[in-house]
T-cell receptor
Protein backbone atom coordinates (compact mmCIF):
# COMPACT_ATOMS: atom_id res chain seq x y z
CA UNK A 1 0.00 0.00 0.00
CA UNK A 2 1.10 3.56 -0.51
CA UNK A 3 2.68 5.46 2.36
CA UNK A 4 0.89 8.73 1.87
CA UNK A 5 -2.79 9.40 1.53
CA UNK A 6 -4.06 12.73 0.32
CA UNK A 7 -7.31 14.28 1.37
CA UNK A 8 -9.57 15.33 -0.26
CA UNK A 9 -9.40 13.18 -3.39
CA UNK A 10 -10.80 16.08 -5.39
CA UNK A 11 -11.30 19.78 -4.75
CA UNK A 12 -13.06 22.41 -6.83
CA UNK A 13 -12.72 26.11 -6.01
CA UNK A 14 -13.15 29.52 -7.60
CA UNK A 15 -10.17 31.50 -8.82
CA UNK A 16 -8.82 33.68 -6.03
CA UNK A 17 -9.81 31.29 -3.26
CA UNK A 18 -7.34 29.32 -1.17
CA UNK A 19 -6.91 25.56 -1.58
CA UNK A 20 -5.80 23.24 1.19
CA UNK A 21 -4.74 19.65 0.66
CA UNK A 22 -3.71 17.22 3.36
CA UNK A 23 -1.40 14.25 3.41
CA UNK A 24 -1.14 11.57 6.06
CA UNK A 25 1.63 8.98 6.22
CA UNK A 26 2.53 5.97 8.28
CA UNK A 27 6.23 5.79 9.14
CA UNK A 28 8.84 8.21 10.43
CA UNK A 29 10.22 10.31 7.61
CA UNK A 30 13.39 12.12 6.60
CA UNK A 31 11.48 14.61 4.50
CA UNK A 32 8.17 15.08 2.73
CA UNK A 33 7.83 16.52 -0.74
CA UNK A 34 4.91 17.91 -2.73
CA UNK A 35 4.66 17.54 -6.49
CA UNK A 36 2.22 18.85 -9.08
CA UNK A 37 1.17 17.04 -12.21
CA UNK A 38 -0.87 18.39 -15.05
CA UNK A 39 -1.56 16.70 -18.29
CA UNK A 40 0.79 18.76 -20.37
CA UNK A 41 3.89 18.92 -18.25
CA UNK A 42 4.41 15.84 -16.11
CA UNK A 43 5.41 15.90 -12.44
CA UNK A 44 7.00 19.04 -11.09
CA UNK A 45 8.64 19.35 -7.68
CA UNK A 46 7.04 22.10 -5.59
CA UNK A 47 8.55 22.02 -2.13
CA UNK A 48 10.51 19.81 0.28
CA UNK A 49 10.09 20.00 4.04
CA UNK A 50 12.47 18.17 6.36
CA UNK A 51 11.36 16.24 9.40
CA UNK A 52 12.79 18.89 11.74
CA UNK A 53 10.89 21.71 10.03
CA UNK A 54 7.33 22.69 10.83
CA UNK A 55 6.48 25.17 8.09
CA UNK A 56 7.88 26.24 4.77
CA UNK A 57 6.86 28.84 2.20
CA UNK A 58 7.48 29.18 -1.51
CA UNK A 59 5.63 31.95 -3.31
CA UNK A 60 1.91 31.24 -2.93
CA UNK A 61 2.59 27.83 -1.39
CA UNK A 62 2.69 27.10 2.31
CA UNK A 63 3.49 23.65 3.63
CA UNK A 64 3.18 22.52 7.20
CA UNK A 65 4.42 19.30 8.76
CA UNK A 66 3.25 17.74 12.01
CA UNK A 67 5.41 14.69 12.68
CA UNK A 68 3.49 13.83 15.86
CA UNK A 69 0.35 13.40 13.78
CA UNK A 70 2.23 12.11 10.74
CA UNK A 71 0.53 14.65 8.53
CA UNK A 72 1.29 17.53 6.21
CA UNK A 73 -0.79 20.16 4.49
CA UNK A 74 -0.28 22.17 1.33
CA UNK A 75 -1.96 25.55 1.11
CA UNK A 76 -2.18 27.39 -2.19
CA UNK A 77 -3.25 30.98 -1.70
CA UNK A 78 -5.04 33.18 -4.25
CA UNK A 79 -5.49 30.25 -6.62
CA UNK A 80 -5.36 30.67 -10.40
CA UNK A 81 -6.80 28.61 -13.21
CA UNK A 82 -3.24 27.51 -13.99
CA UNK A 83 -3.09 25.79 -10.58
CA UNK A 84 -5.54 23.18 -11.90
CA UNK A 85 -3.61 19.91 -11.57
CA UNK A 86 -3.12 16.82 -9.43
CA UNK A 87 -1.05 17.32 -6.31
CA UNK A 88 0.91 14.49 -4.72
CA UNK A 89 2.76 14.18 -1.47
CA UNK A 90 5.79 11.92 -1.43
CA UNK A 91 7.66 10.69 1.60
CA UNK A 92 11.32 9.89 2.04
CA UNK A 93 11.63 7.47 4.94
CA UNK A 94 14.53 5.40 6.25
CA UNK A 95 12.27 2.36 6.14
CA UNK A 96 11.86 2.72 2.39
CA UNK A 97 15.49 3.32 1.50
CA UNK A 98 16.56 5.87 -1.05
CA UNK A 99 13.26 6.30 -2.82
CA UNK A 100 10.08 8.34 -2.61
CA UNK A 101 6.71 6.80 -1.88
CA UNK A 102 3.82 8.74 -3.39
CA UNK A 103 0.22 9.05 -2.33
CA UNK A 104 -2.72 8.82 -4.72
CA UNK A 105 -3.02 12.58 -5.04
CA UNK A 106 -5.60 15.35 -4.82
CA UNK A 107 -7.19 16.61 -8.02
CA UNK A 108 -7.56 20.38 -7.83
CA UNK A 109 -9.81 22.28 -10.22
CA UNK A 110 -9.73 26.06 -10.14
CA UNK A 111 -12.65 27.63 -11.96
CA UNK A 112 -12.27 31.03 -13.56
CA UNK B 1 16.05 22.18 -22.90
CA UNK B 2 18.19 20.56 -20.22
CA UNK B 3 15.42 18.68 -18.44
CA UNK B 4 14.76 14.94 -18.32
CA UNK B 5 13.68 13.53 -21.65
CA UNK B 6 11.95 10.25 -22.43
CA UNK B 7 11.37 8.44 -25.69
CA UNK B 8 9.05 7.47 -27.11
CA UNK B 9 6.23 9.50 -25.61
CA UNK B 10 3.64 6.97 -26.65
CA UNK B 11 3.91 3.29 -27.48
CA UNK B 12 1.16 0.96 -28.60
CA UNK B 13 2.08 -2.70 -28.78
CA UNK B 14 0.41 -6.05 -29.00
CA UNK B 15 0.40 -8.46 -26.12
CA UNK B 16 3.49 -10.63 -26.15
CA UNK B 17 5.75 -8.11 -27.86
CA UNK B 18 8.85 -6.59 -26.28
CA UNK B 19 9.19 -2.85 -25.77
CA UNK B 20 12.08 -0.62 -24.74
CA UNK B 21 11.91 2.90 -23.35
CA UNK B 22 14.73 5.37 -23.02
CA UNK B 23 15.38 8.06 -20.44
CA UNK B 24 17.99 10.82 -20.67
CA UNK B 25 18.46 12.41 -17.25
CA UNK B 26 19.79 15.86 -16.45
CA UNK B 27 23.44 15.52 -17.34
CA UNK B 28 25.06 16.12 -13.97
CA UNK B 29 22.56 14.01 -12.02
CA UNK B 30 23.97 10.80 -10.57
CA UNK B 31 20.73 9.10 -9.54
CA UNK B 32 18.02 7.89 -11.90
CA UNK B 33 14.63 6.43 -11.01
CA UNK B 34 11.92 4.60 -12.91
CA UNK B 35 8.28 4.75 -11.81
CA UNK B 36 5.02 3.40 -13.15
CA UNK B 37 1.78 5.35 -12.88
CA UNK B 38 -1.73 4.15 -13.58
CA UNK B 39 -4.83 6.29 -13.87
CA UNK B 40 -5.89 7.88 -10.61
CA UNK B 41 -2.79 6.76 -8.73
CA UNK B 42 0.51 8.27 -7.78
CA UNK B 43 3.77 7.04 -9.25
CA UNK B 44 4.96 3.65 -7.99
CA UNK B 45 8.67 3.05 -7.63
CA UNK B 46 10.17 0.43 -9.93
CA UNK B 47 13.94 0.74 -9.68
CA UNK B 48 16.78 3.19 -9.31
CA UNK B 49 20.41 3.63 -10.29
CA UNK B 50 23.23 5.47 -8.59
CA UNK B 51 25.56 6.19 -11.48
CA UNK B 52 25.66 2.89 -13.39
CA UNK B 53 24.79 0.64 -10.45
CA UNK B 54 21.22 -0.60 -10.07
CA UNK B 55 20.76 -0.42 -6.32
CA UNK B 56 17.14 -1.39 -5.74
CA UNK B 57 14.28 -3.04 -7.55
CA UNK B 58 10.68 -3.11 -6.47
CA UNK B 59 8.83 -6.37 -5.97
CA UNK B 60 6.50 -4.96 -8.62
CA UNK B 61 9.28 -5.50 -11.13
CA UNK B 62 8.77 -8.99 -12.49
CA UNK B 63 11.40 -10.95 -14.39
CA UNK B 64 9.95 -9.54 -17.60
CA UNK B 65 11.25 -6.09 -16.69
CA UNK B 66 14.89 -5.14 -16.98
CA UNK B 67 16.62 -1.80 -16.72
CA UNK B 68 20.11 -0.66 -17.54
CA UNK B 69 22.13 2.48 -17.21
CA UNK B 70 25.36 1.93 -19.11
CA UNK B 71 28.14 4.34 -18.19
CA UNK B 72 25.86 6.11 -15.75
CA UNK B 73 24.25 8.25 -18.42
CA UNK B 74 20.97 7.40 -20.17
CA UNK B 75 18.84 4.49 -19.03
CA UNK B 76 16.62 1.96 -20.77
CA UNK B 77 13.66 0.04 -19.42
CA UNK B 78 12.69 -3.09 -21.33
CA UNK B 79 9.51 -5.06 -20.88
CA UNK B 80 9.48 -8.50 -22.44
CA UNK B 81 6.35 -10.42 -23.41
CA UNK B 82 4.08 -7.50 -22.60
CA UNK B 83 0.73 -8.09 -20.92
CA UNK B 84 -2.33 -5.87 -20.85
CA UNK B 85 -1.65 -5.15 -17.19
CA UNK B 86 1.58 -3.44 -18.22
CA UNK B 87 -0.42 -0.59 -19.76
CA UNK B 88 0.55 2.50 -17.80
CA UNK B 89 2.62 5.66 -17.87
CA UNK B 90 6.31 4.95 -17.27
CA UNK B 91 8.09 7.88 -15.66
CA UNK B 92 11.77 8.55 -15.30
CA UNK B 93 13.25 10.95 -12.78
CA UNK B 94 16.75 12.06 -11.91
CA UNK B 95 18.36 13.76 -8.95
CA UNK B 96 21.74 14.99 -7.77
CA UNK B 97 22.68 13.21 -4.60
CA UNK B 98 25.46 14.00 -2.17
CA UNK B 99 25.98 11.97 0.96
CA UNK B 100 24.24 8.88 -0.34
CA UNK B 101 21.32 8.48 2.06
CA UNK B 102 17.72 9.39 1.45
CA UNK B 103 15.71 10.59 -1.48
CA UNK B 104 16.19 14.07 -2.83
CA UNK B 105 14.22 16.46 -4.97
CA UNK B 106 13.52 14.60 -8.18
CA UNK B 107 13.14 15.97 -11.68
CA UNK B 108 10.69 14.03 -13.80
CA UNK B 109 10.48 13.47 -17.50
CA UNK B 110 7.19 13.67 -19.44
CA UNK B 111 6.74 9.91 -19.36
CA UNK B 112 6.12 7.17 -21.90
CA UNK B 113 2.53 6.03 -22.16
CA UNK B 114 2.35 2.33 -22.95
CA UNK B 115 -0.81 0.74 -24.29
CA UNK B 116 -0.83 -3.04 -24.66
CA UNK B 117 -3.64 -4.32 -26.88
Amino acid sequence: SQQGEEDPQALSIQEGENATMNCSYKTSINNLQWYRQNSGRGLVHLILIRSNEREKHSGRLRVTLDTSKKSSSLLITASRAADTASYFCATDAWEYGNKLVFGAGTILRVKS
Amino acid sequence: DTGVSQNPRHKITKRGQNVTFRCDPISEHNRLYWYRQTLGQGPEFLTYFQNEAQLEKSRLLSDRFSAERPKGSFSTLEIQRTEQGDSAMYLCASSLVSGGQGAYEQYFGPGTRLTVT
